[in-house]
């Protein structure tokens, strides 16, 4: 049974620091691309970051570029983004997919996690 599931979401305060977790099961990861995505409240939803299956490549958004790190461990099916220095409008739902190809296209994304919620305030 395929299964993708995002952890380490929360409440944190401008400036702070959180670090996601997707952990996959059911499908080999290191062949897959993993994009984390964002939704908003009353937004459309948005990618984040995106590593290769190989980890050579990782890609950045351009509000998050500098402040986000994203890297994966195909050893525990693992990959993570750490986010640092976070701002108000990094508020949203944050969701990681796999796809096997490096693309922007949603569609493109065949196995998706249920999000976890992240909530910058003070």
């Known amino acids: 049974q395929v299964r993708v599931v995002e952890s380490g979401g929360g409440l944190v305060q401008p400036g702070g620091s959180l670090r996601l977790s997707c952990v996959a099961s059911?499908?080999?990861?290191?062949?897959?691309?993993i994009r984390w995505f964002r939704q908003a409240p009353g937004k459309e939803r948005e990618g984040v970051s995106c590593?290769?299956?190989?980890?050579?490549?990782?890609y950045y958004e351009d509000s998050v570029r500098g402040r986000f790190t994203i890297s994966r461990d195909n050893a525990k099916n693992t990959v993570y983004l750490q986010m640092n220095r976070l701002k108000p409008e990094d508020t949203a739902v944050y969701y990681c997919?796999?796809?096997?190809?490096?693309?922007?296209?949603?569609?493109?994304?065949?196995?998706w996690g249920q999000g976890t919620q992240v909530t910058v305030s003070s």
């Open positions: 997919a796999a796809s096997p190809i490096v693309t922007t296209s949603e569609r493109q994304y065949d196995y």
């Open positions: 059911g499908f080999t990861l290191d062949e897959y691309a």
């Open positions: 590593i290769s299956s190989n980890d050579r490549s990782q």
